[in-house]
Protein backbone atom coordinates (compact mmCIF):
# COMPACT_ATOMS: atom_id res chain seq x y z
CA UNK A 1 0.00 0.00 0.00
CA UNK A 2 1.25 3.30 -0.97
CA UNK A 3 0.44 6.15 1.23
CA UNK A 4 1.84 9.63 2.86
CA UNK A 5 3.24 7.76 6.11
CA UNK A 6 4.60 4.36 4.29
CA UNK A 7 4.62 1.94 1.77
CA UNK A 8 5.98 2.45 -1.66
CA UNK A 9 6.65 5.54 -4.03
CA UNK A 10 4.13 4.63 -7.20
CA UNK A 11 5.35 5.53 -10.37
CA UNK A 12 3.79 8.88 -11.86
CA UNK A 13 1.43 7.00 -13.99
CA UNK A 14 0.31 5.29 -10.80
CA UNK A 15 0.26 8.42 -8.49
CA UNK A 16 -3.48 9.47 -7.60
CA UNK A 17 -3.22 12.74 -4.69
CA UNK A 18 -5.13 12.44 -1.70
CA UNK A 19 -5.82 8.30 -2.50
CA UNK A 20 -4.13 5.62 -0.51
CA UNK A 21 -3.39 3.12 -3.14
CA UNK A 22 -2.98 -0.79 -3.00
CA UNK A 23 -1.45 -2.98 -5.65
CA UNK A 24 -3.30 -6.48 -5.34
CA UNK A 25 -0.95 -9.67 -6.97
CA UNK A 26 -2.59 -12.46 -8.37
CA UNK A 27 -1.16 -16.14 -9.50
CA UNK A 28 -2.65 -19.60 -10.54
CA UNK A 29 -0.47 -22.20 -11.26
CA UNK A 30 -3.56 -24.14 -12.68
CA UNK A 31 -5.57 -24.57 -15.68
CA UNK A 32 -9.31 -23.25 -16.49
CA UNK A 33 -11.41 -25.79 -18.83
CA UNK A 34 -12.56 -23.18 -20.73
CA UNK A 35 -11.25 -19.46 -21.96
CA UNK A 36 -11.39 -16.32 -19.34
CA UNK A 37 -11.62 -12.45 -20.81
CA UNK A 38 -11.16 -11.25 -17.19
CA UNK A 39 -9.54 -7.96 -17.58
CA UNK A 40 -7.13 -8.95 -14.12
CA UNK A 41 -7.68 -12.38 -14.52
CA UNK A 42 -7.42 -13.49 -18.19
CA UNK A 43 -6.67 -17.08 -19.55
CA UNK A 44 -6.64 -17.60 -23.07
CA UNK A 45 -3.08 -20.00 -23.68
CA UNK A 46 -4.65 -23.29 -25.32
CA UNK A 47 -3.42 -26.16 -23.98
CA UNK A 48 -5.85 -28.53 -24.86
CA UNK A 49 -4.44 -32.19 -25.86
CA UNK A 50 -5.70 -34.80 -27.76
CA UNK A 51 -5.16 -38.54 -26.15
CA UNK A 52 -5.65 -41.43 -28.16
CA UNK A 53 -7.48 -44.97 -26.47
CA UNK A 54 -8.08 -48.12 -27.28
CA UNK A 55 -9.18 -49.19 -31.04
CA UNK A 56 -7.48 -45.81 -32.24
CA UNK A 57 -10.48 -43.70 -30.37
CA UNK A 58 -8.98 -40.19 -29.40
CA UNK A 59 -10.17 -37.73 -27.37
CA UNK A 60 -9.25 -33.97 -26.50
CA UNK A 61 -9.25 -32.47 -23.06
CA UNK A 62 -9.83 -28.55 -23.64
CA UNK A 63 -7.33 -26.49 -21.41
CA UNK A 64 -6.60 -23.14 -21.15
CA UNK A 65 -3.47 -21.67 -18.92
CA UNK A 66 -3.27 -17.80 -17.75
CA UNK A 67 -2.41 -15.49 -19.81
CA UNK A 68 0.29 -14.18 -17.04
CA UNK A 69 1.80 -15.85 -14.42
CA UNK A 70 0.84 -12.67 -11.80
CA UNK A 71 -1.62 -10.26 -12.58
CA UNK A 72 -1.93 -7.16 -10.87
CA UNK A 73 -4.64 -4.81 -9.57
CA UNK A 74 -4.51 -1.15 -8.46
CA UNK A 75 -7.00 0.22 -6.31
CA UNK A 76 -7.40 3.21 -3.85
CA UNK A 77 -9.36 4.21 -0.94
CA UNK A 78 -10.88 7.60 -0.05
CA UNK A 79 -12.76 9.04 2.75
CA UNK A 80 -15.03 11.41 3.99
CA UNK A 81 -16.85 12.59 7.26
CA UNK A 82 -20.04 13.97 7.10
CA UNK A 83 -22.13 15.59 9.72
CA UNK A 84 -25.89 16.05 9.26
CA UNK A 85 -26.34 17.23 12.54
CA UNK A 86 -24.32 20.04 12.55
CA UNK A 87 -25.70 23.32 13.63
CA UNK A 88 -26.40 25.67 10.44
CA UNK A 89 -27.09 22.67 7.86
CA UNK A 90 -25.04 19.71 6.78
CA UNK A 91 -20.94 19.79 6.77
CA UNK A 92 -18.68 17.01 5.34
CA UNK A 93 -14.78 16.98 5.02
CA UNK A 94 -12.73 16.97 1.80
CA UNK A 95 -12.04 13.82 0.40
CA UNK A 96 -8.80 12.24 1.56
CA UNK A 97 -7.09 9.41 1.85
CA UNK A 98 -6.72 7.06 5.53
CA UNK A 99 -3.04 8.92 6.69
CA UNK A 100 -4.79 12.56 5.56
CA UNK A 101 -6.91 12.82 8.01
CA UNK A 102 -4.17 11.07 10.54
CA UNK A 103 -1.66 13.89 9.44
CA UNK A 104 -4.12 16.69 10.29
CA UNK A 105 -3.84 15.47 13.96
CA UNK A 106 -7.96 15.04 13.73
CA UNK A 107 -8.43 18.81 12.87
CA UNK A 108 -10.57 17.98 10.40
CA UNK A 109 -12.88 15.98 12.81
CA UNK A 110 -12.70 18.47 15.01
CA UNK A 111 -13.86 20.87 12.57
CA UNK A 112 -17.33 18.68 11.85
CA UNK A 113 -18.09 18.27 15.20
CA UNK A 114 -20.20 20.90 17.10
CA UNK A 115 -19.57 19.03 20.74
CA UNK A 116 -17.77 16.51 22.57
CA UNK A 117 -20.27 13.62 22.05
CA UNK A 118 -20.29 14.97 18.13
CA UNK A 119 -16.41 14.15 18.22
CA UNK A 120 -16.49 10.77 19.89
CA UNK A 121 -19.02 9.68 17.10
CA UNK A 122 -16.75 10.64 14.61
CA UNK A 123 -13.39 9.21 15.82
CA UNK A 124 -14.71 6.03 16.48
CA UNK A 125 -16.33 5.96 13.12
CA UNK A 126 -12.78 6.93 11.71
CA UNK A 127 -10.54 4.35 13.91
CA UNK A 128 -13.26 1.46 12.44
CA UNK A 129 -12.35 3.08 9.29
CA UNK A 130 -8.58 3.27 9.32
CA UNK A 131 -7.90 -0.38 9.57
CA UNK A 132 -10.69 -1.21 7.35
CA UNK A 133 -9.37 -0.39 3.61
CA UNK A 134 -8.58 -2.50 0.66
CA UNK A 135 -5.27 -3.28 2.21
CA UNK A 136 -6.01 -4.70 5.50
CA UNK A 137 -9.47 -6.81 3.97
CA UNK A 138 -7.41 -8.28 1.62
CA UNK A 139 -4.17 -8.94 4.40
CA UNK A 140 -6.93 -10.07 6.67
CA UNK A 141 -8.66 -13.05 4.96
CA UNK A 142 -7.63 -16.70 4.36
CA UNK A 143 -8.46 -16.99 0.99
CA UNK A 144 -8.89 -13.37 -0.38
CA UNK A 145 -10.15 -14.17 -3.52
CA UNK A 146 -13.63 -15.59 -4.80
CA UNK A 147 -11.85 -17.33 -7.92
CA UNK A 148 -10.03 -19.94 -5.08
CA UNK A 149 -13.83 -21.31 -4.77
CA UNK A 150 -13.93 -22.39 -8.40
CA UNK A 151 -10.94 -24.61 -8.59
CA UNK A 152 -10.38 -27.82 -7.59
CA UNK A 153 -7.12 -30.17 -8.09
CA UNK A 154 -5.70 -27.35 -9.89
CA UNK A 155 -8.50 -27.11 -12.61
CA UNK A 156 -10.62 -24.05 -12.60
CA UNK A 157 -13.96 -23.42 -14.51
CA UNK A 158 -14.06 -20.91 -16.65
CA UNK A 159 -14.11 -17.29 -14.97
CA UNK A 160 -16.59 -14.18 -15.88
CA UNK A 161 -15.84 -11.79 -17.86
CA UNK A 162 -16.41 -9.32 -14.95
CA UNK A 163 -14.66 -11.57 -11.91
CA UNK A 164 -12.63 -8.59 -11.09
CA UNK A 165 -15.56 -6.35 -10.23
CA UNK A 166 -17.20 -9.16 -8.14
CA UNK A 167 -13.58 -9.40 -6.57
CA UNK A 168 -13.42 -5.70 -5.45
CA UNK A 169 -17.43 -5.79 -4.72
CA UNK A 170 -16.47 -8.42 -2.18
CA UNK A 171 -13.74 -6.48 -0.64
CA UNK A 172 -15.72 -3.22 -0.40
CA UNK A 173 -18.60 -5.11 1.32
CA UNK A 174 -16.59 -6.59 3.79
CA UNK A 175 -14.80 -3.61 4.71
CA UNK A 176 -17.75 -1.95 5.85
CA UNK A 177 -18.69 -4.78 7.49
CA UNK A 178 -15.98 -4.52 9.32
CA UNK A 179 -16.48 -0.65 10.14
CA UNK A 180 -20.08 -1.94 12.06
CA UNK A 181 -18.47 -4.47 13.81
CA UNK A 182 -15.31 -2.86 15.00
CA UNK A 183 -18.24 0.22 16.23
CA UNK A 184 -20.20 -1.95 17.75
CA UNK A 185 -17.65 -3.79 19.70
CA UNK A 186 -16.79 -0.49 20.95
CA UNK A 187 -19.74 0.03 22.61
CA UNK A 188 -20.37 -3.87 23.70
CA UNK A 189 -16.20 -4.73 24.07
CA UNK A 190 -14.89 -7.01 22.04
CA UNK A 191 -15.30 -11.31 22.08
CA UNK A 192 -14.68 -12.97 25.23
CA UNK A 193 -11.76 -14.53 24.04
CA UNK A 194 -9.95 -10.77 24.03
CA UNK A 195 -11.78 -9.20 26.69
CA UNK A 196 -8.68 -9.76 28.81
CA UNK A 197 -6.46 -6.70 26.62
CA UNK A 198 -9.31 -4.55 27.62
CA UNK A 199 -9.69 -2.26 30.57
CA UNK A 200 -13.55 -2.02 30.06
CA UNK A 201 -13.59 1.53 31.59
CA UNK A 202 -14.60 4.52 29.70
CA UNK A 203 -13.17 7.71 31.07
CA UNK A 204 -14.40 10.39 28.82
CA UNK A 205 -18.12 11.66 29.50
CA UNK A 206 -18.60 11.78 25.77
CA UNK A 207 -17.53 8.29 25.02
CA UNK A 208 -19.55 6.76 28.14
CA UNK A 209 -22.32 8.45 26.61
CA UNK A 210 -21.81 7.13 22.91
CA UNK A 211 -21.65 3.75 24.75
CA UNK A 212 -25.23 4.11 26.35
CA UNK A 213 -27.01 5.54 23.38
CA UNK A 214 -25.52 3.36 20.50
CA UNK A 215 -28.52 1.45 18.95
CA UNK A 216 -27.20 -1.23 15.59
CA UNK A 217 -30.04 -3.65 14.20
CA UNK A 218 -28.91 -7.30 15.13
CA UNK A 219 -29.93 -10.44 14.32
CA UNK A 220 -29.45 -12.12 17.02
CA UNK A 221 -31.69 -10.38 19.11
CA UNK A 222 -35.23 -9.18 18.58
CA UNK A 223 -37.33 -6.62 19.95
CA UNK A 224 -41.20 -6.88 20.36
CA UNK A 225 -43.89 -4.74 22.47
CA UNK A 226 -44.64 -5.86 25.98
CA UNK A 227 -47.92 -4.55 26.04
CA UNK A 228 -49.10 -5.34 22.45
CA UNK A 229 -48.27 -8.99 23.53
CA UNK A 230 -49.79 -8.82 26.87
CA UNK A 231 -53.41 -7.40 25.04
CA UNK A 232 -52.75 -10.36 23.04
CA UNK A 233 -53.08 -12.89 25.26
CA UNK A 234 -55.16 -11.22 27.57
CA UNK A 235 -58.11 -10.41 25.35
CA UNK A 236 -57.82 -14.16 23.54
CA UNK A 237 -57.50 -15.78 26.96
CA UNK A 238 -60.89 -13.95 27.61
CA UNK A 239 -62.65 -14.69 24.19
CA UNK A 240 -61.43 -18.40 25.05
CA UNK A 241 -62.66 -18.67 28.62
CA UNK A 242 -66.30 -17.05 27.88
CA UNK A 243 -66.22 -19.53 24.60
CA UNK A 244 -65.68 -22.73 27.02
CA UNK A 245 -67.97 -21.60 29.72
CA UNK A 246 -70.88 -19.15 28.13
CA UNK A 247 -73.37 -22.05 27.05
CA UNK A 248 -73.26 -23.78 30.33
CA UNK A 249 -73.32 -20.82 32.45
CA UNK A 250 -76.52 -19.83 30.62
CA UNK A 251 -78.27 -23.38 30.48
CA UNK A 252 -77.65 -23.99 34.16
CA UNK A 253 -79.16 -20.15 35.16
CA UNK A 254 -82.36 -20.89 32.97
CA UNK A 255 -82.82 -24.71 34.53
CA UNK A 256 -81.90 -22.56 38.10
CA UNK A 257 -84.28 -19.87 37.94
CA UNK A 258 -87.00 -21.53 35.66
CA UNK A 259 -86.74 -18.75 33.01
CA UNK A 260 -87.07 -19.77 29.14
CA UNK A 261 -87.17 -23.32 29.32
CA UNK A 262 -87.89 -24.10 26.19
CA UNK A 263 -85.69 -22.03 24.62
CA UNK A 264 -83.19 -24.38 26.69
CA UNK A 265 -84.55 -27.78 25.57
CA UNK A 266 -84.74 -26.07 21.88
CA UNK A 267 -81.07 -25.28 22.19
CA UNK A 268 -80.11 -29.13 24.11
CA UNK A 269 -82.49 -30.38 20.78
CA UNK A 270 -80.16 -29.22 18.14
CA UNK A 271 -77.13 -30.74 19.48
CA UNK A 272 -75.09 -33.16 17.87
CA UNK A 273 -75.77 -36.30 20.34
CA UNK A 274 -79.76 -35.04 20.80
CA UNK A 275 -79.71 -35.12 16.67
CA UNK A 276 -77.65 -38.87 16.98
CA UNK A 277 -80.73 -39.80 19.31
CA UNK A 278 -83.27 -38.75 16.91
CA UNK A 279 -81.86 -40.83 13.74
CA UNK A 280 -81.72 -43.62 15.84
CA UNK A 281 -85.15 -43.25 16.98
CA UNK A 282 -86.40 -42.85 13.34
CA UNK A 283 -84.57 -45.63 12.34
CA UNK A 284 -86.64 -48.00 15.02
CA UNK A 285 -83.40 -48.02 17.24
CA UNK A 286 -84.77 -46.58 19.51
CA UNK A 287 -85.36 -47.08 23.66
CA UNK A 288 -85.62 -46.35 27.26
CA UNK A 289 -83.89 -42.88 27.33
CA UNK A 290 -82.98 -42.04 31.33
CA UNK A 291 -81.23 -38.60 30.48
CA UNK A 292 -83.40 -37.42 27.33
CA UNK A 293 -83.81 -34.31 26.83
CA UNK A 294 -80.80 -32.65 28.18
CA UNK A 295 -77.65 -31.69 26.75
CA UNK A 296 -76.43 -34.97 26.51
CA UNK A 297 -78.90 -38.16 26.03
CA UNK A 298 -78.46 -40.70 28.32
CA UNK A 299 -79.74 -44.78 27.47
CA UNK A 300 -81.19 -46.64 30.03
CA UNK A 301 -78.92 -49.19 31.89
CA UNK A 302 -77.65 -51.96 29.79
CA UNK A 303 -79.61 -51.29 26.79
CA UNK A 304 -77.59 -53.03 23.73
CA UNK A 305 -78.22 -50.92 20.05
CA UNK A 306 -78.58 -52.98 16.81
CA UNK A 307 -76.18 -51.24 14.38
CA UNK A 308 -77.53 -49.25 11.47
CA UNK A 309 -78.51 -51.55 8.69
CA UNK A 310 -78.22 -54.69 10.49
CA UNK A 311 -82.37 -54.97 11.18
CA UNK A 312 -84.54 -57.51 9.57
CA UNK A 313 -87.95 -57.26 7.76
CA UNK A 314 -89.99 -59.12 8.78
CA UNK A 315 -93.03 -60.80 7.19
CA UNK A 316 -96.02 -61.16 10.11
CA UNK A 317 -98.17 -64.63 9.92
CA UNK A 318 -100.31 -63.31 12.39
CA UNK A 319 -101.22 -59.24 13.98
CA UNK A 320 -98.47 -57.85 16.24
CA UNK A 321 -99.50 -54.93 17.37
CA UNK A 322 -97.15 -51.83 18.27
CA UNK A 323 -97.51 -49.15 21.16
CA UNK A 324 -95.32 -46.06 21.37
CA UNK A 325 -96.25 -44.76 24.20
CA UNK A 326 -94.26 -40.76 24.76
CA UNK A 327 -95.04 -37.30 26.45
CA UNK A 328 -92.49 -38.04 29.48
CA UNK A 329 -88.63 -36.40 29.07
CA UNK A 330 -87.18 -39.63 29.97
CA UNK A 331 -88.40 -40.58 25.70
CA UNK A 332 -90.50 -42.78 23.92
CA UNK A 333 -90.38 -46.64 25.06
CA UNK A 334 -91.88 -49.13 22.29
CA UNK A 335 -93.86 -51.90 23.55
CA UNK A 336 -95.34 -55.36 22.60
CA UNK A 337 -99.19 -55.73 22.48
CA UNK A 338 -99.71 -59.20 21.84
CA UNK A 339 -97.35 -62.63 21.72
CA UNK A 340 -97.25 -64.18 18.39
CA UNK A 341 -95.01 -65.63 16.09
CA UNK A 342 -93.59 -64.85 12.25
CA UNK A 343 -90.49 -65.31 9.90
CA UNK A 344 -87.98 -62.73 8.85
CA UNK A 345 -86.84 -62.07 5.65
CA UNK A 346 -84.54 -65.18 5.04
CA UNK A 347 -87.39 -67.33 6.53
CA UNK A 348 -86.47 -67.50 10.09
CA UNK A 349 -89.04 -67.77 12.93
CA UNK A 350 -89.08 -65.03 15.19
CA UNK A 351 -91.08 -65.35 18.73
CA UNK A 352 -92.55 -62.85 20.91
CA UNK A 353 -93.05 -62.65 24.77
CA UNK A 354 -95.00 -59.97 26.50
CA UNK A 355 -93.25 -59.09 30.41
CA UNK A 356 -94.62 -57.19 33.09
CA UNK A 357 -95.78 -53.62 32.00
CA UNK A 358 -96.32 -54.89 28.04
CA UNK A 359 -92.39 -55.01 27.24
CA UNK A 360 -91.20 -57.63 25.85
CA UNK A 361 -87.72 -58.81 23.46
CA UNK A 362 -87.53 -60.81 20.90
CA UNK A 363 -85.13 -63.71 19.90
CA UNK A 364 -84.32 -65.74 16.46
CA UNK A 365 -84.79 -68.98 17.12
CA UNK A 366 -84.07 -71.38 17.82
CA UNK A 367 -81.30 -69.44 19.06
CA UNK A 368 -81.70 -66.21 20.82
CA UNK A 369 -78.71 -64.33 19.77
CA UNK A 370 -79.84 -60.84 19.28
CA UNK A 371 -82.16 -57.82 20.90
CA UNK A 372 -83.48 -54.47 19.52
Known amino acids: MSDKTGGFSPIPELYVPNRALSLIFASFSGSYNGPSDDLWLPAHQNLTQT ?20 SV ?15 GGHVCTELLSPDDFLMSGMELLFGI ?14 NAASVSTFYYTVLGLDMPLLADSLAAGGVSVPLPNNQWE ?16 MVVDFATGPPSQFAQYTLNQVTSPAMQWMCENQIVQREDFTSFSTLALALIFGIGGTVIAVSLFLENLVGWMRVRFNGDMWRQEKWWMDGTLQLQRAAFENSGLGGVWRVGMKDIPVSGKGKVFLGLGMGRSIASEGRVGYTKLSGSRSGAELEFGCRGQSQDGAGRRVGFEPRVGGKGTAWWSPNRNGFF
Open 166 to 181: LEVKNWFQIGLNNVQR
Open 73 to 87: LACVDQQQFCNPAFP
Open 51 to 70: FIEVANISSQVQMFAPDSSL
Open 113 to 126: SANERQLAVASTIY
